[in-house]
């Protein structure tokens, strides 16, 4: 049996009278995420997916919110075995699903690859008063650093739904968070350091020699004090190319007289107190005055 390649989701009873596959075919090859709405069978669906599977079951009748929005936004790091998330009328129970039903305002939604979605600004307002704060920043720094919305966009829906469940932790999310971040890692590496009373680091600081040449791009830090924290994934540790560059990039650096404070997960998750010495004894060197906090 020949079975022909679908672009998925797909709804099962508009491929079948399309002519797309037939219902052996169906059964066979396709699982059903929803009713009627089908998969291959060996796929493995990521947010986005999720996301437009949820609206075709409604009957494309539906906004597509929350962290799916964001998703459809291009925010990444995002979840796939989090739920979808759908606004509108009508919140019957379905597995997979969260159901909103809040008053949208027109301009509070745009149209996207044909589905009506939350924009970044009311996607933000949504994402960023669930959970806990820390979580909410590293969402709305994803969601930020995805679509450019602005944390004024934010603040300024925020105060139109003034009393909303979740907005004195969205504002304070708000004033953390940062478009620069480029993983949840760097997010929880810069609020550690907010957190503990040190100056708010800038984020993606470019550095060049003295001919203008691009050296490298670093996560955060003070670029008046030549001082970075560095925020370093698996790869560096295990990839030996990438260790090698690495080494380099370090040494231009430092020929430069930067300072980097280098952070691992392990660090970040158990040691947090040894990155905030290595990081309150470079910006000490380099005349920036902190506190004497352990």
């Not at 149209?111 to 704060?133: C, E, H, K, N």
Request: aromatic content about 4%.
């Amino acid at each position: 049996m020949i079975v022909r390649v679908l672009r998925w989701p797909f709804v099962g009873t508009e491929a079948v009278a399309a002519g797309l596959v037939t219902n052996h075919g169906l059964r066979t090859a396709y699982v059903a995420m929803h009713r009627n709405v089908y998969v291959p069978r060996d796929a493995r669906p990521d947010a986005v997916d999720k996301a437009v599977a949820a609206w075709l079951w409604s009957r494309r009748d539906a906004t597509v919110a929350g962290m799916s929005a964001a998703a459809l936004h291009g925010a990444r790091w995002i979840d796939a075995d989090l739920p979808a998330e759908l606004n509108r009328r009508g919140r019957d129970k379905v597995a997979g699903i969260v159901l909103h039903s809040d008053v949208l305002a027109e301009d509070e939604v745009c149209d996207l690859r044909g589905m009506p979605v939350t924009t970044p600004a009311r996607t933000a307002f949504d994402i960023g008063r669930v959970s806990s704060l820390e979580n909410a920043v590293v969402r709305l720094d994803a969601l930020r650093n995805a679509t450019g919305v602005s944390a004024a966009a934010v603040a300024s829906l925020t105060d139109r739904h003034g009393g909303a469940r979740g907005s004195v932790q969205l504002r304070r999310a708000l004033e953390l968070s940062d478009d620069g971040a480029e993983s949840p890692q760097e997010t929880r590496t810069r609020l550690l350091l907010v957190n503990a009373g040190l100056p708010r680091p800038e984020t993606q600081i470019d550095v060049r020699d003295v001919r203008g040449r691009f050296v490298a791009r670093l996560d955060m830090g003070w670029p008046d004090a030549s001082v970075a924290v560095e925020f370093d994934g698996a790869q560096h540790w295990t990839d030996a190319r990438q260790r090698s560059r690495d080494i380099d990039r370090i040494a231009e650096l430092e020929a430069l007289d930067w300072l980097v404070v280098r952070v691992s997960g392990e660090l970040l998750r158990h040691r947090p107190a040894v990155i905030l010495r290595r990081v309150r004894v470079a910006l000490r060197e380099r005349g920036v005055l902190v506190a004497n906090t352990a």
